[in-house]
């Protein structure tokens, strides 16, 4: 007990800290959600914990982190990690803090600010924290506390330029240090934004991200949202994607997981208005003795709509992957369309995924399906293969590749997609099938 | 069948699934330019046979022997059988998500070039000849642009099978109850195809239950496998002669073997 109020202690110097720099329009709702943090903590107990069932806290909530200080970076090194395209707004943010990168002069009318900025109107600043409810997450509640730089943005209605939005969120992997990246996105009628949101980490030593973003799709909008966690096996990476969806919105979400010692995503989309769509796809590589789990929760709450979740992992070494995802369907719901898939493909018999696709349904006239599988390749796959004279080695990559390129086909920016491809199929271990 | 060049010798072999023998004492040759037929009932093992052949793991070669070219190719991987040009067209083809059949020919082809001391082909030579191949076989155009096998229907399925017959070239074609599933007009799309294939440095082996595209396809000869051993070997008479009579025919008039 000793231990954790030191701890504790760390964090309270640092939000003082804060405190003295922070923007006067947050200060009401850091201090909220400090109380909230300070009562509930880390959620370490997993005992009756169905949120944290699969996944161990502790190791995260035992360090004594500090928050992060900025250093510039050279932009030479950051294209190295992470997409990069002229055509794209790129921002930059360096262990959370802003580094500038953009000239400023937009071609759209999109709007981008600033969460750490004194001088943001009301309306900009109203929505930050309004769909995030970190009132039962300690993990939230900390992030909401300690948010300082971060973009807000604001897509005006009909706004469709086609513009693509690439946020870059880079942890140096200074030691014992925490960053607390948080994103904004509001979309006007009828417009359209892409946005990529990048979690990379330098090699470097223990360090924690801890990250939310909320997206708010506007009535018949449409949000292409791209997550790309590229950390260091030292990293422990907790984030959060909270989602509102108004009538015929539509979100869609490619998500792209690979290292990182315990990653956690906590997806939770909420279609609000008739006719609203959201299809969530995620590819999730892990290797040696990582740890990644995605935590994923639809909300049916008006008739009409339709949910497509469909996950695929692929596990080496003795690496531990966890899928929890849960459609609601709410009695109001009728008519929703839901499908849920989880795949695994596991390389190692040291590797192991824990997969929880669930359904409630409270409306009585509904399409919905769930699934999961886990497995290896199957011998006739292989044998298929090797019978055309394609030796294990070369097999066992095309498998993988193509199991892997299910997910990555889909990413409908070109410069992205050829990114993934080259750098996440690269980074899967070459591997022999034995058979 | 003593005229031309072996290609193919099987000797006295007995092979066991999980302990269960299957093949009980298979003797066959082929020889190039040849095109042989085994029928038999199911659980004859004449699938069996053409996998234990292509190098499918799971099967334990008990005793006997498999010459082809002149060596034994017991020992030998199944990649390097189909190297060597032996090619299994399968009775359930396998479908690969995600790996897409242009693709996977590319890399089936330069494989099968490599292991023979070839240049991997280039990429505008093998979209002529696969273009060439499609065509021959009537597959619609987007198929080579998806995933190998996925969502194709059943005649889709073993079309592609023959269109990677002939676009792998190989020597020895072993067809796997190929016209199993298949309606009328991919059974002639598929035997036109493997009648493309038939030349004098060729040889064809054909695994069916029905004596159906025997009529597409002449065989030199047909054997008749019951339980495990081959009963009966004949020109292709005798194919007629099984569909008019059936398998217990055989079964009653076992021990009549008719070496050609």
Not at chain 2, 78 to 93: K, M
Not at chain 2, 131 to 155: A, I, T
Request: aromatic fraction near 8%; charge should be negative; glycine fraction near 8%.
């Amino acid at each position: 007990m000793q231990e954790a109020s030191l701890v504790l202690n760390k964090y309270e110097e640092d939000f003082d800290n804060l405190s003295s720099i922070s923007p006067e329009w947050s200060s009401n709702l850091r201090n909220k959600a400090m109380d909230t943090f300070r009562e509930i903590g880390f959620p370490v107990r997993r005992k009756g914990n169905e949120k944290w069932k699969y996944t161990n806290a502790r190791p995260i909530a035992n360090i004594e982190y500090s928050s992060a200080k900025f250093e510039e970076i050279d932009l030479d090194d950051i294209k190295l990690i992470a997409p990069w395209h002229e055509s794209w707004i790129n921002l930059l943010f360096v262990n959370g803090h802003y580094q500038e990168t953009f000239p400023g002069s937009l071609s759209t009318n999109i709007q981008i600010s600033n969460m750490a900025s004194n001088d943001l109107v009301a309306n900009l600043t109203s929505n930050v924290g309004g769909i995030m409810d970190y009132s039962d997450d300690g993990f939230a509640a900390l992030n909401t506390a300690f948010m300082s730089d971060g973009p807000i943005i604001t897509v005006p209605e009909g706004e469709n330029s086609g513009i693509v939005i690439n946020l870059i969120f880079f942890n140096q992997g200074l030691s014992d240090t925490v960053n607390y990246p948080r994103v904004l996105i509001t979309t006007g009628g009828n417009s359209i934004v892409s946005v990529i949101e990048n979690y990379v980490g330098g090699s470097g030593d223990q360090t924690f991200t801890n990250s939310v973003s909320e997206i708010y799709v506007g009535e018949d909008a449409t949000v292409n949202h791209y997550r790309l966690m590229n950390e260091t096996d030292d990293t422990y990476d907790v984030g959060y994607g909270r989602v509102r969806i108004d009538t015929n919105g539509a979100f869609n979400s490619r998500s792209f997981f690979r290292g990182c010692g315990i990653g956690r995503y906590d997806l939770n989309v909420s279609i609000e208005g008739e006719n609203a769509s959201c299809d969530l796809q995620g590819l999730y590589f892990t290797n040696d003795a990582q740890h990644m789990d995605n935590f994923i929760n639809i909300d049916h709450v008006r008739p009409n709509c339709q949910s497509n979740l469909f996950y695929k992992g692929i596990l080496a070494g003795r690496s531990r992957a966890v899928f929890g995802g849960t459609v609601l369907v709410r009695k109001e719901a009728q008519k929703t369309n839901s499908v849920q898939s989880d795949k695994n493909l596991i390389l190692s018999p040291h590797a192991e995924v824990d997969s929880k696709p669930a359904l409630f349904i409270y409306a009585d006239d509904v399409k919905c399906a769930h699934g999961a599988t886990a497995g290896n390749i199957d011998a006739d796959t292989v044998f298929y293969m090797r019978s055309r004279g394609i030796d294990l080695e070369a097999a066992s990559r095309l498998i993988i590749y193509g199991f892997a390129g299910e997910i990555i086909d889909k990413v409908e920016i070109p410069e992205l997609r050829s990114y993934l491809a080259e750098s996440f199929l690269t980074s899967l271990p070459s591997h022999k099938f034995e058979f | 069948m003593s005229n031309s060049q072996k290609l193919i010798e099987i000797k006295d072999l007995h092979v066991s699934v999980a302990e269960t023998e299957i093949l009980k004492g298979i003797n066959l040759s082929i020889g190039l330019g040849e095109v042989h037929a085994i029928m038999g009932p199911n659980g004859s093992g004449k699938s069996t046979l053409a996998n234990v052949i292509a190098g499918r793991p799971g099967y334990s070669v008990i005793s006997g022997d498999i010459v082809y070219k002149g060596s034994s190719i017991l020992e030998v991987a199944p990649e390097i059988r189909a190297r060597a040009g032996i090619f299994l067209a399968f009775q359930y083809p396998v479908e690969l998500p995600g790996v897409r059949t242009w693709q996977f020919l590319k890399a089936a082809i330069d494989a099968i070039r490599k292991g023979n001391g070839q240049e991997e082909l280039k990429i505008r030579d093998f979209d002529k000849l696969l273009e060439e191949k499609r065509q021959l076989m009537e597959m619609d155009p987007d198929l080579v642009r998806r995933s190998v096998n996925e969502g194709f229907s059943g005649g889709e399925k073993k079309r592609n099978e023959i269109l990677q017959l002939a676009l792998l070239d190989p020597s020895l074609a072993l067809l796997d109850e190929t016209d199993s599933g298949l309606d009328i007009d991919a059974l002639r799309i598929v035997s036109h195809g493997v009648n493309i294939f038939k030349s004098p440095e060729k040889a064809i082996l054909i695994v069916t239950h029905y004596q159906r595209i025997l009529d597409y396809i002449t065989p030199d000869y047909v054997h008749v496998l019951v339980d495990g051993k081959i009963v009966r070997s004949g020109d292709s008479s005798l194919a007629m002669e099984l569909e008019e009579k059936g398998y217990d025919w055989v079964k009653d008039t076992a021990g009549k073997e008719v070496t050609p």
